[in-house]
Structure formats: C-alpha cells, structure tokens
C-alpha cells in the first residue's frame, strides 16, 4: 500500500478527539511530501538537526513535533519553528526551553514524559516528581512554556495486559496532574500509542499517537 493508503486507513479507524503524529524520522522528504500531499500536517521526528533541516525545505504549515530524547545544548536551533516538544524529563530542559522561547518572544508547549515502561531503557520522569515539577515556583515563573499534557511509551513486549497496565498508568497520572491548574499548566493531551499499540492506546484514553512505520513503512538504520 501507498503512504496515502496507509494514511487514510489509520485515520478512518480515529476518534475525532485524537490526533495523529506521523513519525518522518530517517524518512525522506519525499515520502514526508507525499503524507502531506494526502492531508497530514503533523510530523514527528526524534533528532533535532534532522527535524530543522526537513522544516527548512518542507512546507511551512506543517507542525513539527519533537518525540525524541532532547538535549539541552540543542534546544535552540528548532525552538523558532517546533510546535510541540514530547520527550520532556527535566526542570533543568523546561529552563533552557523557556529561555530560549523568550529570545524569541513566542511561548512553545511542551508534554511531560513520564516513565511507565517496567522496562529500564526508556526515559521519563516518575509520577511524584512531575508532580512536585508542575507545583515548583520555579516552573511558575516560567512564562514562555505551556505543559499541555504527558508522553509516555510503553514497554517493547507482545504481552497486551501489560502494556495496557501501562498506558491506564499514563492515564491516570494524567487525571490526577490535570487537576493542577496554573498560568503554564493545561493538561489536556495524553501522547501514547505507536504502530505496534495505538489500539490499545486509544482504548485506555490516549488522545495523541506517535505513528511512524505503519504509514511509511520499516526503517533503515545505516
Ligand atoms: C519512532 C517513534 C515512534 C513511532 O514508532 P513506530 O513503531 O514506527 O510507529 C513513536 N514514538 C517515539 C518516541 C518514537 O521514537
């Protein structure tokens, strides 16, 4: 099947209430070119310097989200362009992303990545330390930076119990974080599900899926 096909297969299976980020990492911009030819306008992508090099030649109403691990030296270069940031984990990444949106005088939103994965490899932070992260007076005095919602990925496993544990996990971090309520805090997105578990994603409550190779097909990693 086409991207396109593949496209409108997935999308024709969504609730309205959730979004689709189709995941371009390592693809070309000519396969990037022909999703966005088929309507799609947000894309995700893991690294930095391949995220501002595709925005430089792709059309400009596309929304770039950054899914991957940030590094804070890295920060500024998508910071005039990136429309959401997932992956982050840390006050010390919130500070280095708000000051460089108030060089630019702009506000960018950002997802808390929470860790739910029993697995070790995956990054995020643990429930209570999100928690005491969106109560800081330090993070309330950051005006440039919106948190809109949590990420989180579930562990690399075939078991559909567990990485439904998971994602109810996510959920519920959400309900309960949501309740804060301050001038940067806006909790209403939960980023959860990829090619492999979106399903089960949507069906515990996710309202953003991060899918990559069920629309552009496998990757190769040289
Ligand atoms: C690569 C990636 C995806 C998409 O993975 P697929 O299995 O290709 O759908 C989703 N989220 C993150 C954080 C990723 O790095």
Redesign the pocket.
Known sequence: MSIKENLQKIKNTLPHNVTLVA?S?TKPVEDILEAYHAGQRIF?E?KIQEMVDKHEVMPKDIQWHM??HVQTNKVKYMAPFVSLI?GVDSLKLLKEINKQAQKLDRTIDCLLQLKIAEEDSKFGMAFAEAKALLLSEEFNAMKHITVVGVMG?ATFTEDDVQIKAEFTKLKTAFESLKKIQTANCKLQTISMG???DYEIAIACGSTMI?????IFGE?NYN
Not at 210 to 214: C, D, W
Request: charged letters at 20%.
């Open positions: 995941v990492k995700g893991n899914i991957g997932h990925m990829m090619s492999s991060r899918v990559g190779s069920s990757r």
